[in-house]
């Protein structure tokens, strides 16, 4: 499979089991027309191994190189993370990225840790989510980043809304499967989505 192919099935994926218009409040409290649930895509064995395509194709022309982890904050960033890591490695990339994952609180026990997974101080790192609408479920994982001594070198996510998102987003190279707008169009062309 193919970048170009990986992005065909994403979408079909999306269309069938992730978009929905309708009347919804999203996790910012905002309410939306749209509804984008990356899960079932993102926990399907075809959406998470697409997603890993893509984005280890668009990684194969990073600056410096492969990064040395990828990974974001529980639960949107799991899937694709443990993804791209098997993927690579199964492939036998040269280097291929571990996964991280990062707690939305430190552990209350045991080492406590905020970080699970393989991230050391001087890591060049990708950060992963699934969908970015105001970017800060991606920011709260990139402080924790760039807290442990790890440089983000770009972000990724299967789906962009990014509606009145944090202005701190744009100081990062963020790369999107599909913008809603890409959505949204696909849904009109079939018929529309359900609701």
Same mark, same amino acid.
């Given at each position: 499979m193919n970048a170009a192919a990986a992005r065909e099935t994403l979408l079909a994926l999306i269309l069938e089991r992730a978009y929905r218009e309708g009347d919804f409040t999203l996790s910012s409290g905002r309410k939306s027309r749209y509804y984008v649930n990356s899960k079932? !895509? *993102?926990? #399907? $064995? +075809? $959406?998470? @191994? +697409?997603? @890993?395509?893509? !984005? *280890? #194709? #668009? *990684? +194969? $022309? *990073?600056a410096g190189g492969p990064p040395r982890a990828v990974g974001g904050l529980e639960l949107g960033a799991v899937p694709p993370a443990v993804a791209i890591a098997t993927l690579a490695a199964w492939r036998g990339d040269a280097s291929p990225p571990a996964a991280f994952i990062v707690r939305k609180a430190a552990k209350g026990h045991g080492t406590a840790q905020r970080i699970e997974g393989a991230l050391a101080a001087g890591d060049r790192v990708v950060v992963l989510d699934d969908v970015i609408t105001t970017g800060a479920s991606t920011l709260q994982a990139i402080d924790a980043v760039e807290a442990a001594g790890a440089t983000v070198v770009r972000v990724y996510c299967l789906v962009d809304r990014r509606e009145e998102h944090d202005p701190r987003l744009d100081a990062y190279v963020v790369r999107a499967a599909f913008r809603l707008a890409d959505i949204t169009a696909a849904a009109a062309a079939r018929g529309g989505a359900r609701g």
């Open positions: 079932p !895509v *993102l926990l #399907d $064995g +075809a $959406g998470s @191994a +697409a997603f @890993a395509v893509w !984005v *280890l #194709d #668009d *990684l +194969a $022309g *990073l």
